[in-house]
């Protein structure tokens, strides 16, 4: 009885075993990702898109022209075709930008005491009217105001009608993104009081020739036309004694004469769609998704070597791929949604400095603290097809993710590509980690920037024709894949810790 007790047992064991065995495998099946919507992407689609997105029609789809516009369009109509909710505050997927076509004066000179400064030498008009000035120079540290330190550079200080000399950059930071960013804040704090003119003294560590190149020229900026007439330019020689003079607080007699700038104002946007989550609970969390879809125009506007037989800059690879790569996911996360929510954020102007995503970062159509994760995608080009460039490895907890994401494409990760050139803080998705956002950006497979790359990178010949479509493919896929294991995970991604934007991580999502 016993024994035959004992088999029973064993036998039931054996059912509930071979049972729970058909369960977990069915279980299983139903889970493998290649049903999954991502794994169908379809080759010509991709084709078709990136073609398209990389025509010569689209010129190059340099911020603020007819072919960004069109390129605009083109995602907004496959945003709404898709289901894409337009969201509040946005006009029909657009969030509109402000921008000004600037043309600073061409000539312009400064007399500070018996110091003589000249455009094109060690002076650098970036803004002006037609006018002389005679009046005295001041001194304003870095014409720097911050209510929260309580730091004012203008204190006991009257500039009404004055040519106020400051320091370039901000007080604490002498990095070059926090300088150019400063600029249109010190600019409006001269104007607001009174000074006639802002002359800022250079002091980065860039050579001079690259400055002033870089600003001589014309040049896009965020903003509107400025109706103030003050004059603003930039002037080399802070070892001079005129402005030690000025330093030690002694105001010296100026002479100012400026050409007149031809400054437009003209508008771009981002685009946005946003798809409903399927968890009730965790679609109140957004992942952002996010590309650059602006490239750098035609002729002598795209920096490169252009001819008479092709003065195009098509921008296949940089970055009509990083949009094919978003479009593709979009499609398939509409058709299997994830548990959370998703943002799909094509972003212009990232040529021109991240503006558009900086834009968003500063006037986000979804609030940023319930946006959980930013994948960026954006890349120079590829010269491996075997593997996906992770700009962000290590810092965000999601490294398993994008693993799980790459493996069943035959993709490998290559961590931190080009460590020297510090993409992480020079792509898009920097706009959002420097507001907390956990973040990272998907490259196009390199290791560094060699002549392999540098034959495409921002040169007429990145074109759609030149490109391996089976690794494009791969590419598309592994994006969608890597997102949505991302927006279905349970646990939300965080800096690690020690890294630099751990801090703003912690007071965006209110964490201790
Ligand atoms: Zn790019």
């Keep these: 009885m016993i024994y035959q007790n004992h088999s029973r047992r064993l036998m039931k064991k054996l059912l509930l075993f071979a049972f729970l065995f058909v ?6 099946a139903q889970q493998s990702p290649a049903g999954l919507p991502e794994f169908a992407i379809d080759r010509s689609q991709v084709e078709s898109q990136l073609r398209y997105l990389a025509s010569d ?4 789809r340099r911020t603020g022209s007819e072919g960004n516009n069109i390129a605009a369009k083109y995602i907004a109509d496959r945003l709404q075709e898709l289901g894409y909710t337009s969201p509040e505050g946005a006009d029909q997927y657009f969030q509109k930008i402000p921008f000004v076509a600037k043309r600073p004066p ?5 007399k500070l005491g018996d110091l003589t400064f000249t455009q094109g030498k060690d002076l650098i008009m970036l803004d002006g009217v037609e006018k002389t000035l ?11 105001v911050d209510e929260t330190s309580g730091r004012d550079d203008y204190k006991g200080l009257n500039v009404e009608g004055k040519v106020v000399i400051v320091l370039s950059g901000k007080p604490e930071s002498s990095d070059p993104s926090d300088v150019f960013n400063a600029m249109g804040t010190k600019r409006k704090l001269a104007a607001e009081r009174g000074a006639a003119a802002l002359v800022e003294v250079y002091t980065l560590s860039y050579p001079w020739q690259f400055f002033s190149r870089y600003f001589g020229r014309e040049r896009i900026e965020p903003g509107e036309v400025n109706q103030d007439e003050m004059l603003y330019a930039w002037i080399q020689g802070a070892d001079k004694k005129a402005i030690a003079d000025l330093r030690a607080g002694h105001p010296v007699q100026a002479e100012f004469t400026s050409g007149a700038s031809n400054n437009q104002n003209m508008a ?50 940089d970055n009509a791929m990083g949009v094919v790569a978003l479009l593709t996911a979009a499609e ?45 995608t954006d890349g120079a080009g590829f010269n491996i097809t075997d593997g996906v460039a992770l700009i962000g490895w290590n810092r965000t907890g999601t490294d398993k993710w994008v693993e799980m994401g790459l493996n069943p ?26 507001k907390g ?47 949505r294991l991302i927006a279905d995970s349970d646990i939300r991604p965080m800096w690690v810790k020690g890294d630099k934007y751990e801090a703003a991580g912690k007071m965006l999502y209110q964490q201790k």
């Design 106 to 110: 061409k000539t312009g000179s400064l």
């Design 437 to 483: 956002v956990p973040c990272l950006t998907f490259s196009p497979g390199f290791r560094e920037f060699d002549r392999e790359l540098m034959q495409y990178y921002h040169q007429v010949t990145d074109e759609a024709d030149s490109m391996d479509f089976d690794y494009v493919l791969k590419f598309c896929r592994a994006f969608a894949y890597t997102s």
């Design 268 to 317: 771009s946007q981002n685009v946005i769609g946003v798809l409903e989550g399927s968890d009730p609970e965790l679609k109140e969390e957004y992942m952002l998704l996010t590309a650059h879809y602006d490239h750098v125009g035609t002729g002598k506007q795209g920096g490169g070597a252009y001819g008479p037989r092709d003065s195009i800059f098509n921008g296949a690879r």
């Design 23 to 28: 369960t977990l495998m069915s279980l299983r």
């Design 332 to 376: 398939a996360l509409a058709k299997d949604p994830p548990k959370r929510s998703v943002i799909i954020l094509a972003v212009t102007a990232e040529e021109i400095g991240l503006l558009g995503s900086q834009y968003y970062a500063d006037h986000p159509l979804i609030p940023l603290e319930k946006t959980i994760f930013n994948i960026n």
């Design 134 to 144: 005679e009046t005295i120079a001041v001194f304003a540290g870095y014409g720097w």
């Design 409 to 434: 494409f035959g993709l490998e990760v290559i961590p931190e590509p080009a460590r020297e050139q510090n993409l992480f803080d020079r792509s898009d998705n920097v706009s959002f980690a420097r």
């Design 57 to 60: 029609e689209l010129k190059g």
